[in-house]
């Protein structure tokens, strides 16, 4: 890779974890960013400079989102805050009974999704004035730890293991649940970029590959990552933290507390990449709308508790057509 093709460090990064960057539907070089200093952050990552920054939150931000012409946020606060006018004002949008632990935006349907520790989903017509009612709430029952939008599905990871696909048009029934393949907790879930299926990643190491029902000729499989060989023969396994597809090929990266970003290919079942050295726990991953950039959050997650350790960081890796591109099957 040449010097200009090299990965470089945003500037002025969070000063406490990083919870989540999120890079524009459509813009290129925009990254949103939400972080444990309970401010929101916006970056030109071509020009490498943050744009504007907020703190209006009074706790934790967990969750961004892009609008159509504006940013999204919840967290510990509770509050769902709208980000308008070029960045310039924010607004409330509603709230919940807990802590907003993920937030989503259906751009085909102009709907605002938050997902809460108060165990419910909440949809949301962003474009009503400030404390308006959510327009659908859904009691899920346990906590909602990620979520992932695409189309017109929405994929829902719950505490218990559990996994809900909904039709954002049709909120008031999954259109399945069923429970993860994995047996300890889901840290993170992304939908296939062809709603075909989705990924989900676990605190122990491993990755699952599910499609929905009736996809022709798909199989599940889940594997094992994330992992470093120890000195008693016993390997130590790390969570695995991120998820995000390539918008362009659907291959996908994966981010874990071992600071690696592991680059799959799920059609052939195959690594094609690993990109190591990140000096803390990878919290979020994010691919740019043509594919050409990858957001890494190089943060510490507490996995192993109060601790010195490496300052927060946002990476920006270029990417080539070549190294998400699937390799395809050898001839038999």
Not at 18 to 29: E, G, K, L, N, P
Not at 229 to 244: I, L, Q, R, T
Not at 315 to 320: A, D, E, L, T, Y
């Amino acid at each position: 890779m040449s010097n200009s093709q090299r990965q470089y460090e945003l500037v002025q990064p969070p000063s406490d974890g990083i919870s989540q960057v999120a890079f524009h539907a459509t813009d290129d070089v925009q990254l949103l960013v939400g972080s444990w200093d309970q401010q929101v952050r916006v970056y030109d990552i071509k020009a490498n400079r943050l744009l504007a920054s907020h703190h209006d939150h009074k706790a934790a931000v967990l969750g961004v989102a892009y609008g159509n012409d504006c940013a999204f946020s919840g967290g510990l606060d509770r509050r769902l805050l709208s980000w308008e006018g070029g960045y310039t004002q924010t607004r409330e949008i509603g709230r919940h009974g807990g802590e907003v632990s993920a937030v989503e935006y259906a751009f085909a349907h102009n709907v605002l999704l938050s997902g809460s520790w108060d165990h419910t989903l909440r949809a949301w017509d962003a474009r009503l004035q400030a404390h308006a009612a959510a327009l659908k709430t859904l009691d899920m029952g346990e906590r909602i730890y990620s979520m992932s939008a695409q189309g017109d599905l929405l994929a829902v990871a719950l505490a218990g293991r559990k996994l809900l696909i909904y039709d954002v048009r049709k909120l008031e029934s999954p259109l399945e649940s069923r429970e993860s393949s994995l047996k300890y907790p889901t840290r993170c879930v992304q939908m296939m970029p062809d709603c075909a299926g989705f990924v989900s990643s676990s605190v122990e190491g491993r990755v699952a590959v599910e499609y929905l029902n009736g996809a022709a000729n798909k199989q599940n499989y889940a594997f094992k990552c994330h992992r470093q060989p120890a000195d008693d023969g016993v390997d130590m396994v790390y969570p695995v933290n991120a998820v995000a597809f390539h918008p362009v090929h659907h291959t996908f990266v994966t981010g874990g507390s071992d600071g690696v970003v592991s680059l799959w290919d799920p059609e052939n079942k195959k690594r094609l990449k690993q990109y190591q050295g990140y000096a803390a726990s990878i919290s979020s991953l994010s691919f740019n709308a043509s594919g050409s950039a990858l957001a890494v959050a190089s943060s510490y997650t507490y996995e192993e508790g109060e601790k010195d350790h490496p300052p927060d960081a946002i990476w920006i890796k270029p990417i080539s057509e070549s190294e998400t591109k699937p390799k395809g099957r050898k001839p038999v």
